[in-house]
């Protein structure tokens, strides 16, 4: 089945301890991305990559890092995490990333996030 | 900013069509209107997408107005799973190749 896999799926962690999100894709799509949904603000890019070892900042990059090494996983680093990256985080990915040709993303299930 | 327009939310009864307006004035030419909807939680997920013609799938009907300044996307017969939140986007953020602008959606609640 095509999909988007997101680990895990809840988690509570302290302010300063370094966490990791996973993402995966069994697509072979290129291009792949992390945003993070707040009450009242919608969703927001917090990175995205176009194809491996090519990564970019979105809208909110601070307090994040990511890596593509393979084109499957592109997984979200948090190095020291504080509350307010307290968030429901959903992992998208398309078969490319350019503007002008049709991209249907696909989402993952997301993660709750909460950092005390 | 965002560059659509839709109702903040809308009901719809059981069965019947559900039909969810969106403006968007300032489309250009190479742009298209996707929607997508996010039920309670739950990732985004793709509805149907469309440039000039008006558009059918198994999901729903996507109709542009000629000028392209609006659509409409219809539910043909609504159903209590389709109680989510829809988002009408023409947009391509300015920050990001393929970031999807989401806003605030319609809030559509099918009751029976």
């Known amino acids: 089945e095509a999909q988007v896999t997101q680990n895990p799926r809840y988690l509570i962690t302290v302010t300063g301890k370094k966490l990791t999100v996973t993402c995966s894709q069994n697509m072979n799509h290129e291009y792949m991305s992390w945003y993070r949904q707040d009450p009242g603000l919608g969703l927001r890019q917090i990175y995205y990559?176009?194809?491996?070892?090519?990564?970019d900042k979105g809208d909110v990059p601070e307090g994040y890092k990511v890596s593509r090494k393979e084109k499957r996983n592109f997984p979200l680093i948090l190095e020291s995490p504080s509350p307010n990256q307290t968030s429901l985080y959903f992992c998208?990915?398309?078969?490319?990333?350019?503007?002008?040709?049709?991209?249907?993303?696909?989402f993952g299930p997301g993660t709750r996030l909460t950092v005390l | 900013d965002a560059k659509t327009t839709q109702p903040p939310s809308m009901d719809c009864a059981e069965g019947r069509a559900a039909n969810l307006p969106c403006n968007h004035s300032t489309i250009s030419g190479n742009e298209y209107v996707y929607w997508y909807r996010q039920i309670h939680s739950q990732g985004p997920q793709y509805i149907i997408h469309?440039?000039?013609n008006n558009e059918t799938n198994e999901m729903a009907s996507l109709i542009i107005t000629e000028d392209r300044k609006s659509s409409t996307l219809i539910l043909p017969h609504a159903t209590l799973r389709d109680t989510a939140v829809y988002y009408c986007?023409?947009?391509?953020?300015?920050?990001?190749?393929?970031?999807?602008?989401f806003g605030t959606g319609t809030r559509l609640t099918v009751i029976p």
């Open positions: 998208a990915s398309s078969l490319r990333g350019t503007l002008s040709s049709y991209n249907e993303q696909f």
């Open positions: 986007i023409v947009r391509w953020h300015q920050t990001g190749a393929n970031n999807l602008f």
């Open positions: 469309g440039l000039k």
């Open positions: 990559s176009m194809n491996v070892e090519v990564t």
